[in-house]
C-alpha cells in the first residue's frame, strides 16, 4: 500500500543570478495518513519551499514526489489545480483572505472553484463558519475581524472541499499567544477527531512538540532531525 | 467554475472600482460612437444620394433602340435624335453594331425583351406630335405616353397641381408648369380640371396617280378628341431612361398613345419603309426589378441584336465611391476605439496589478490558470459591451443632433430634407458585436499575464 504522502531525494533549486540556491536538496520523508506533523527550521532552511511543493503550488526540480498516490512532477497545472482544490487545504501565517469579500463569501470561493453549485456553497460556508463559532461574524469582512477570528475564517476556507491534507504554513506567527493556543486547540480537533491529516511549518520547536505526533527539522534543505513518536 | 460564477465574480470585481470602470466604459463608448457616427454619416450620405437617384428612375432603366441604319430626321420623328446622343454617351461595347442582321423594334421585340429574367417592364417610348387647343389658345406639341408604372417617379413626385392618371385608358394628360403658362398666363392652376381638344394625324396616303408629286403628294386625315387635364408637374420629364432627350410638356397615358400612334404610324411611318415591315418603334424603355441588375438585362438585350444603354454604371461607380467612403470613415472613426482599446489594456493591467495578491490567493485555493483567465476577459468584455450600447446611443444622439442642424439649415435654404446620419439595425448590432471582439482582445494581454502569475511570488505581493 503507496504511502499517503511521501518524497523521495526530493530537489528545489532556484536560480539568483549567477549563484544556484539549493531551497532543497534532498528530502526524502514520508507521511502517513492522521498524523500530525511538524515541520521545523530556521527560516532559509526549506521548509516552506517543501510545503509549496506538497500543495502543487511550485514543481520540484529533482526527485518524487507522491500525494494520495499521485506523482506530482507528472501533473499538468490544470491537474495540480485540482489537487489544490480537493486534496489540500491551505492555512498561512498572513491568513490570505480577500479583503473585500465578506467571511462567507472567502470560504465559498474555494467552492466555486471547485463547481459547488450556490445553494450548496452557502449552506456549507455557513456550517463551517459556525463550527468555527463565527455564526455571527458571516457578512463581516477580514478589515473587520480580528487574527483570531481570520485564521479561523481561513481554517473553514481550507475545509470547505474537504481535504485529506491540512497544510499550515506558520499558522499561529501573526497571533497572540492566548489566540495562538485556540486556533492550535482547533487544528489538533481536525486531526484527532476529524482524523484529517496535518503537516504544520513553524520555527517555534516548542509548539511543534507540544502539539505535533513528530517533527522534521529542515537545515539548508535537507533533513537534520527527525523525531519519532 | 461556471460561467455563470465567473461572470458574477467579474461584476463583482469591477463593481468594486466603479470610477475606473465608468471611465473605461465611457472611453469604449466614445470609440465606438465615433465608429458607428462615421459609418452611418456614411451610410446616410449614401442614402440619400443613391435613393434620391432610384427613385428619379432612372437607373433601373434601359433605353433600347434599333441597331439598324436609319435615314436620317425621317426616321419616325422620335427619339432618334436623343438616340444618337445617348449612344454617343453610352460606352464603346454598347455602341458596337452586332454583325447578326438586324432585327426591329416591333411589337415581338417588345414580348420577347419582356420575357426576360429580372424585367419588370418594357414599353415603347411613343411621342406623337399633335395640335392643342383650348379656347382661343392652339399650339402643336409633341406628346409623351406615359406608362401608369411612373406614378411617384422622377418629374411625378410632386405636382404642382392636381395628380397622376388614374388610369391608362382615360382620355387624360398632365401638362408641364411651363406649358401650362403658355395657356393660361395668369391662373395655371385653372386649367386642372378642364378639358383641351387634342388634334392628330389619322391617316395619310400618297395621292395615288397624282400627276406631280409637288401638288399635294399627301392626303391628310385629322382626329380629334377631348382630354381633361388632370395634373400640371413642375419640371418637364424626360422620357424614362433617357435623361437628355427633349423633354415633353405634355403628357398622356401610354395606352392612348399607343392609339394615336397606331393610326399615325400604320401610315405616315410607313410612306418611309418597305411595306412588309409593318409596325416598328424607335425606342423601348426597359425597366429592370432591381438598379442592379440593369447590367445583365442590357447584355442580353445586346446579344438580342439591339442597341441598348442605361444610366447604371454611372450609379455603380458612385456606390463603389461610397464604399471607400465608408472604409474611410470607418477608419477615422476606428482610431478612437484603438485609444479606447488601449484605455481597456491599461484599466485590465492596473487591475491585475492591484489584485496580484488576490489572484495568488484564488490560485492557492484552487482556482486555474484557465479560471483565472476567463475572469479578467469576461471582465475586459463587460466594459466592451457596456461601451459599445453606451457608444451606439451616444452616436444615435449625436447623429440625431447633427440631423436636426443640418435639416434647420437644408430648410431654411428651400431644399428637402433628409437624414444625413443614418443607423439601421444591423449597424447597432455590428457596432456592440466589434465592440465585445476589441475588448476580448484589449483584454487578452492582461488576462494571460494574470492566468500565468506564479501564485507564490503574488501572495508575498503587497
Known amino acids: 500500500m503507496p504511502a499517503f504522502l511521501e518524497t523521495r531525494d526530493l530537489k528545489k533549486h532556484y536560480r539568483m543570478g549567477e549563484s544556484t540556491v539549493r531551497a532543497l536538496d534532498g528530502v526524502s520523508i514520508a507521511v502517513d495518513q492522521g498524523e500530525f506533523i511538524g515541520l521545523l527550521g530556521p527560516s532559509g532552511s526549506g521548509k516552506s519551499t517543501l510545503l509549496n511543493l506538497i500543495a502543487g503550488l511550485d514543481r520540484a526540480t529533482e526527485g518524487a514526489l507522491r500525494v494520495l498516490g499521485d506523482d506530482l512532477a507528472q501533473m499538468s497545472s490544470d491537474a495540480l489545480s485540482r489537487h489544490r482544490q480537493r486534496n489540500v487545504g491551505i492555512i498561512f501565517q498572513s491568513f490570505n483572505l480577500v479583503s473585500t469579500m465578506s467571511a462567507a463569501e472567502n470560504v465559498a470561493l474555494s467552492m466555486m472553484f471547485a463547481g459547488v453549485p450556490r445553494p450548496e456553497r452557502d449552506r456549507r460556508a455557513q456550517e463551517l463558519l459556525e463550527a468555527m463559532c463565527l455564526g455571527g461574524r458571516q457578512r463581516h469582512r477580514p478589515p473587520e475581524l480580528s487574527g483570531g477570528e481570520q485564521q479561523r475564517v481561513a481554517i473553514a476556507r481550507a475545509l470547505a472541499n474537504r481535504p485529506r491534507l491540512l497544510l499550515a504554513d506558520e499558522p499561529t506567527g501573526n497571533l497572540d499567544s492566548r489566540t495562538s493556543a485556540e486556533i492550535m486547540a482547533l487544528l489538533t480537533q481536525l486531526n484527532e477527531r476529524d482524523g484529517r491529516t496535518i503537516m504544520m511549518v513553524t520555527h517555534d520547536a516548542g509548539l511543534a512538540q507540544r502539539y505535533a505526533h513528530r517533527t522534521v527539522t529542515l537545515l539548508d534543505g535537507t533533513v537534520v532531525a527527525e523525531s519519532h513518536p | ?462
Request: some cysteine; aromatic content about 6%; glycine content about 12%.
Open chain 2, 1 to 462: 467554475m461556471t460561467i455563470g460564477d465567473t461572470v458574477q465574480l467579474a461584476l463583482r470585481n469591477l463593481n468594486q472600482t466603479k470610477l475606473r470602470t465608468a471611465l473605461t466604459v465611457l472611453g469604449v463608448s466614445i470609440g465606438i460612437a465615433s465608429l458607428a457616427g462615421m459609418v452611418s454619416l456614411g451610410i446616410g450620405l449614401q442614402d440619400q444620394f443613391v435613393g434620391r437617384f432610384t427613385k428619379s428612375g432612372v437607373f433601373d432603366a434601359i433605353t433600347v433602340m434599333s441597331a439598324q441604319d436609319r435615314p436620317g430626321v425621317l426616321a419616325s420623328g422620335l427619339g432618334l435624335g436623343a438616340g444618337q446622343r445617348g449612344g454617343a454617351r453610352a460606352r464603346g461595347s454598347s455602341a458596337a453594331v452586332p454583325t447578326k442582321p438586324r432585327p426591329r423594334l416591333d411589337d415581338d421585340a417588345l414580348r420577347r425583351i419582356g420575357a426576360l429574367q429580372r424585367v419588370k417592364e418594357v414599353y415603347p417610348n411613343l411621342r406623337v406630335p399633335v395640335a392643342l387647343s383650348h379656347e382661343r389658345f392652339a399650339e402643336s406639341y409633341i406628346a409623351t405616353g406615359v406608362p401608369m408604372s411612373a406614378r411617384n417617379e422622377g418629374a411625378f413626385q410632386t405636382f404642382a397641381y392636381g395628380a397622376f392618371f388614374n388610369n391608362e385608358s382615360e382620355n387624360a394628360c398632365v401638362l408641364s408648369l411651363d406649358v401650362a403658362k403658355q395657356i393660361n398666363e395668369r391662373d395655371p392652376r385653372d386649367l386642372v380640371g378642364k378639358q383641351v381638344t387634342l388634334t392628330w394625324v389619322a391617316s395619310a396616303a400618297i395621292a395615288a396617280g397624282a400627276p406631280s408629286a409637288a401638288d399635294n403628294p399627301l392626303q391628310l386625315q385629322h382626329a380629334e378628341a377631348r382630354y381633361t387635364v388632370v395634373g400640371i408637374v413642375e419640371r418637364e420629364p424626360g422620357p424614362g431612361g433617357l435623361p437628355g432627350a427633349t423633354p415633353s410638356g405634355l403628357m398622356i397615358p401610354l395606352a392612348r398613345a399607343r392609339e394615336i400612334s397606331a393610326v399615325d404610324a400604320g401610315s405616315l411611318q410607313s410612306l418611309f419603309r418597305e411595306p412588309a415591315q409593318g409596325k416598328s418603334y424607335g425606342s423601348l424603355t426597359v425597366k429592370v426589378t432591381r438598379p442592379q441588375f440593369t447590367g445583365d438585362a442590357e447584355n442580353q438585350i445586346k446579344e438580342m441584336g439591339f442597341m441598348a444603354f442605361s444610366l447604371n454604371d454611372a450609379l455603380t461607380g458612385a456606390k463603389r465611391a461610397f464604399i471607400v467612403l465608408d472604409i474611410v470613415l470607418g477608419l477615422i472613426g476606428s482610431i478612437a476605439l484603438v485609444v479606447s482599446s488601449l484605455g481597456i489594456v491599461n484599466t485590465m493591467v492596473m487591475s491585475i496589478l492591484e489584485r496580484t495578491r488576490e489572484i495568488g490567493i484564488m490560485k492557492a485555493i484552487g482556482g486555474s490558470d484557465g479560471d483565472i483567465r476567463r475572469i479578467f476577459l469576461v471582465e475586459a468584455s463587460v466594459i466592451g459591451c457596456a461601451g459599445g450600447a453606451a457608444g451606439v446611443a451616444l452616436g444615435w444622439l449625436v447623429g440625431r443632433v447633427i440631423n436636426f442642424g443640418a435639416n434647420l439649415y437644408v430648410q431654411s435654404q428651400g431644399g428637402p430634407t433628409g437624414n444625413l446620419f443614418s443607423l439601421p439595425p444591423w449597424l447597432v448590432g455590428v457596432a456592440i458585436g466589434f465592440a465585445f471582439v476589441v475588448s476580448l482582445i484589449a483584454g487578452s494581454y492582461p488576462a494571460s499575464r494574470a492566468a500565468r502569475l506564479d501564485p507564490i511570488q503574488a501572495l508575498r505581493h503587497d
